[in-house]
T-cell receptor, first 118, second 115 residues
């Protein structure tokens, strides 16, 4: 079974400094990986996704993530944090289930809450 | 605009009462999902439906029920059998099938509080 671990439950940065949110995954084959963002009391929005193409994936709002198979990691980064980046971020791995006609199940990490200070 | 609408946004329930959360989508997506979110636990799948008149249990289906009579609608009923129903509930959809890239489209959620 696949799993995903977000290594930090809370990260705090100053505005204008780099952001690093860490994610490790466990998978028996090449996975599809995603980062979603959730602002308070809102639904989740896709930031970026890796589906076995380029290992460095660029997403919205200046975020990017690098897939490192040897380290089973998919860390999310941004060069310069903005106040509007304060939110909760979820790392997600996709697991294909062959029953019921085939189904891609998404497995969510526990989330990392990012705080950005002036 | 296309999207997913969940209602109500906030709901209070007394113990022993069933409540139904509404989820409607106009994205013409085949698949719909219900997730439960608790602090520090990420999202857990309650039920999903890949096609009208068919649905499957997720990881935490006990105490919940769903129906999928129309493509656009996937209501969730939280029954009195659910031991700890206070949570944030999220509905999502996706264009199922071989073209699906794994992206889910989420509603804004319904927060249920049991008094």
């Amino acid at each position: 079974a696949q799993s995903v671990t977000q290594l930090d439950s809370h990260v705090s940065v100053s505005e204008g400094t780099p952001v690093l949110l860490r994610c490790n995954y466990s998978s028996s084959y090449s996975p599809s990986l995603f980062w979603y963002v959730q602002h308070p009391n809102k639904g989740l929005q896709l930031l970026l996704k890796y589906t076995s193409a380029a290992t460095l994936v660029k997403g919205i709002n200046g975020f990017e993530a690098e897939f490192k198979k040897s380290e089973t990691s998919f860390h999310l980064t941004k060069p310069s944090a903005h106040m509007s980046d304060a939110a909760e971020y979820f790392c997600v791995v996709s697991e294909y289930l062959a029953f019921s006609g085939g189904y891609n199940k998404l497995i969510f990490g526990a989330g990392t809450r990012l705080a950005v200070h002036p | 605009d296309g999207g997913i609408t969940q209602s109500p946004k906030y709901l209070f329930r007394k113990e022993g009462q069933n409540v139904t959360l509404s989820c409607e989508q106009n994205l013409n997506h085949d698949a719909m999902y219900w997730y439960r979110q608790d602090p520090g636990q990420g999202l857990r799948l309650i039920y999903y439906s890949q096609i009208v008149n068919d649905f499957q249990k997720g990881d935490i289906a006990e105490g919940y029920s769903v129906s999928r009579e129309k493509k656009e609608s996937f209501p969730l009923t939280v029954t009195s059998a659910q031991k700890n129903p206070t949570a944030f509930y999220l509905c999502a959809s996706s264009p199922e099938g071989g073209t699906w890239t794994g992206e889910l489209f989420f509603g804004e959620g319904s927060r249920l509080t049991v008094l």
